[in-house]
């Protein structure tokens, strides 16, 4: 079992749609959990972090986390094809707090 | 500008070769990543330094090695270099080995 899994997509929703991106990863200690955009050919860019259960919500994007459930969910509203990206999980935890990454939601936008 | 930068941009060369990734920030803090990103896009950690410290050091070839002469550097050096190592490598930091990491721009190395 991956450490951090997440559905590779592509994910294709239309302009002015809720995107809803998942993560489920394995170990239970985990405290921290972080989602990044990267952009083709960029490096990836934090847009959010969220330490405990329920909803954080930032603007267009609010992420989400069952911790029991082990899931983490990032949802986009108002979607726009500036978002078009590839949304990346990941988890914070266990030894030396090492940070773990999914292999990454390809999201396209169509106007 | 704060940030964390990385050099060079690209990276081109033949398989056996030896070459050598650097890496500044200047945000101030204390703990410095390598992370490679595969042609599947996969991120991974490498290696993560806490103070010049080494305090994760992933399943890498010792071909493989960091080393950080002070906090705000974290430089790469790679020995024999063989196909399977071209990809994009990224250094980042954070504050400490809680907060999420600032990503540089990326290597793209490239062995031919």
């Known amino acids: 079992q991956k450490e951090v899994e997440q559905n590779s997509g592509p994910l294709s929703v239309p302009e002015g749609a809720i995107a809803s991106l998942n993560c489920t990863y394995s170990?239970?200690?985990?405290?921290?959990f972080f989602w990044y955009r990267q952009y083709s050919g960029k490096s990836p860019e934090l847009i959010m972090s969220?330490?405990?259960?329920g909803d954080k919500e930032d603007g267009r994007f609010t992420a989400q986390l069952n911790k029991a459930s082990q899931y983490v969910s990032l949802l986009i509203r108002d979607s726009q094809p500036s978002d078009s990206a590839t949304y990346l999980c990941?988890?914070?935890?266990?030894?030396?707090?090492?940070?773990?990454f999914g292999a990454g939601t390809r999201l396209a936008v169509h106007p | 500008d704060t940030a964390v930068s990385q050099t060079p941009k690209y990276l081109v060369t033949q398989m056996g070769n030896d070459k050598s990734i650097k890496c500044e920030q200047n945000?101030?803090?204390?703990?410095m990543y390598w992370y490679k990103q595969d042609s599947k896009k996969f991120l991974k950690i490498m290696f993560s330094y806490n103070n010049k410290e080494l305090i994760i050091n992933e399943t890498v070839p010792n071909r493989f090695s960091p080393k950080s002469p002070d906090k705000a550097h974290l430089n790469l050096h790679i020995n024999s270099l063989e196909l399977g190592d071209s990809a994009v490598y990224f250094c980042?930091?954070?504050?400490?080995?809680?907060?999420?990491?600032?990503f540089g721009p990326g290597t793209r190395l490239t062995v031919l």
């Open positions: 969220i330490y405990s259960n």
């Open positions: 170990d239970r200690g985990s405290q921290s």
């Open positions: 945000l101030g803090h204390d703990t």
């Open positions: 990941a988890v914070r935890g266990g030894g030396y707090n090492k940070l773990i």
């Open positions: 980042a930091s954070s504050q400490d080995n809680r907060d999420p990491p600032l």
